[in-house]
T-cell receptor, first 115, second 113 residues
Framework: KAGVTQTPRYLIKTRGQQVTLSCSPISGHRSVSWYQQTPGQGLQFLFEYFSETQRNKGNFPGRFSGRQFSNSRSEMNVSTLELGDSALYLC??????????????FGAGSRLTVL | KQEVTQIPAALSVPEGENLVLNCSFTDSAIYNLQWFRQDPGKGLTSLLLIQSSQREQTSGRLNASLDKSSGRSTLYIAASQPGDSATYLCAVLTTDSWGKFQFGAGTQVVVTP
């Protein structure tokens, strides 16, 4: 069974550009969530999608957006990049809605560097 | 608002010693608590999941306990090995979280040969 796949794995952008990251969840998983990880802030929740609907959004500016497609694949977009957006962006998928059986499985992450 | 704390932030032990990692949370209305391992620059690997109704889970050398009333979970790693060196994170899913797991800052573990 294939795991969570994130692309691209590494990318370098300059300030003001935009970036789109992609996440393919485990087959059958309908929930996809995104987290930003930086050395100073740790893991911070960006948003979560379930069956193409955004159910929750973290405390990030509107430059951060996402969507989920009918096949559960998800993308996140960051516009007008800032130096502080440099981070490891992690995608996770799970099979269930909120329940005790809700197990998060993470991808390897997309490492974004903003110059 | 759920807050998750992991103490200590870093831990160094000689090979063969048992590891004890702590995770505390402020809101006991949880669905589950999950322990992860993260190697430098990599994604998170799930180790154990404890559902709200459970007291502990075991997998090989790993054992995790959950005490909701005191808001604590402990991860025990028996007979540590250098390959256990990594950062260990706990994450909590609360009942009003709508898909958001709240993570602790992690405990960085070094096991010396």
């Amino acid at each position: 069974k294939a795991g969570v796949t994130q692309t691209p794995r590494y990318l370098i952008k300059t300030r003001g550009q935009q970036v789109t990251l992609s996440c393919s969840p485990i087959s059958g998983h309908r929930s996809v969530s995104w987290y930003q990880q930086t050395p100073g802030q740790g893991l911070q929740f960006l948003f979560e999608y379930f069956s193409e609907t955004q159910r929750n959004k973290g405390n990030f500016p509107g430059r951060f957006s996402g969507r989920q497609f009918s096949n559960s694949r998800s993308e996140m977009n960051v516009s007008t990049l800032e130096l502080g957006d440099s981070a490891l962006y992690l995608c996770a998928s799970s099979q269930h809605r909120d329940s005790g059986a809700n197990v998060l499985t993470f991808g390897a992450g997309s490492r974004l560097t903003v110059l | 608002k759920q807050e998750v704390t992991q103490i200590p932030a870093a831990l160094s032990v000689p090979e063969g010693e048992n590891l004890v990692l702590n995770c505390s949370f402020t809101d006991s209305a949880i669905y589950n608590l999950q322990w992860f391992r993260q190697d430098p620059g990599k994604g998170l690997t799930s180790l154990l999941l404890i559902q709200s109704s459970q007291r502990e889970q075991t997998s090989g050398r790993l054992n995790a306990s959950l005490d909701k009333s005191s808001g604590r979970s402990t991860l025990y790693i028996a007979a540590s090995q250098p390959g256990d060196s990594a950062t260990y994170l706990c994450a909590v899913l609360t009942t009003d979280s709508w898909g958001k797991f709240q993570f602790g800052a992690g405990t960085q573990v070094v096991v010396t040969p």
